[in-house]
């Protein structure tokens, strides 16, 4: 069965440094999303990105978080210059059609220090 | 606004006993509802959905749901549990779905404990 990969697993960064979280979303996908999960916190939704645009975000999505498909089979989170507090587990996702479920990746859990 | 509560934040059964893990939402219309398992370390794994119909859905790995309108509730069963089914157990609501705009609503989660 096809599936939503990320890389990398598990990433450390030093605050006010740039990451780039990646994803290969399933191949004939149409709609990708970010969520976030901070450690021992719910799963929270990030961004929708649907037709090479965000179709919604969410408050936490605040202007050092960017998303984008570089190549059509990509899709990135970019956060510019990480905090502490953004240090979680980043899950991203895609969906094929109508009445299909969303496929998560395996996430990849960014620590901040 | 939608919203998820799964008022058991950790469960803890023995090895063969079945299993009942709550979850009630609030949404004004007919919601979207969603079972996922996270094992430690893994992603989210559907286990279930309920779109239309059935108010029972079948699952993987033996579960099952009931949508229960009247009360607001989605709650998750397995007869008989397995130690490999300790993980924690998230309900989520959704919106419209298929539109551009997909956004889940987690429940905080439930962790559960399989005993010998």
């Known amino acids: 069965e096809p599936e939503v990969t990320q890389t990398p697993s598990h990433q450390v960064t030093q605050m006010g440094q740039e990451v780039i979280l990646r994803c290969v979303p399933i191949?004939?996908?149409?709609?990708f999303y970010w969520y976030r999960q901070i450690l021992g916190q719910k799963v929270e939704f990030l961004v929708s990105?649907?037709?090479?645009?965000?179709?919604?975000k969410s408050e936490i999505f605040d202007d050092q978080f960017s998303v984008e498909r570089p190549d059509g089979s990509n899709f990135t989170l970019k956060i510019r210059s990480t905090k502490l507090e953004d240090s979680a587990m980043y899950f991203c996702?895609?969906?094929?059609?109508?009445?299909?479920?969303?496929?998560f990746g395996n996430g990849t859990r960014l620590t901040v220090t | 606004a939608q919203s998820v509560t799964q008022p058991d934040i950790h469960i803890t059964v023995s090895e063969g006993a079945s299993l009942e893990l709550r979850c009630n939402y609030s949404?004004?219309?007919?919601?979207?509802l969603f079972w996922y398992v996270q094992s430690p370390g893994q992603g989210l794994q559907l286990l279930l959905k309920?779109?239309?119909?059935?108010?029972l859905v079948q699952g993987i790995k033996g579960f099952e749901a009931e949508f229960k309108r009247s009360q607001s509730s989605f709650n998750l069963r397995k007869p008989s549990v397995h130690w490999s089914d300790a993980a924690e157990y998230f309900c989520?609501?959704?919106?419209?779905?298929?539109?551009?705009?997909?956004?889940?609503?987690f429940g905080t989660g439930t962790l559960l404990a399989v005993q010998p």
């Open positions: 191949s004939n996908h149409l709609y």
């Open positions: 996702a895609s969906l094929g059609h109508y009445n299909s479920p969303l496929h």
């Open positions: 949404y004004g219309a007919t919601p979207y």
């Open positions: 990105f649907y037709n090479n645009e965000i179709s919604e």
């Open positions: 989520a609501v959704g919106a419209e779905y298929g539109g551009a705009t997909n956004k889940l609503i």
């Open positions: 309920y779109f239309s119909g059935d108010t």
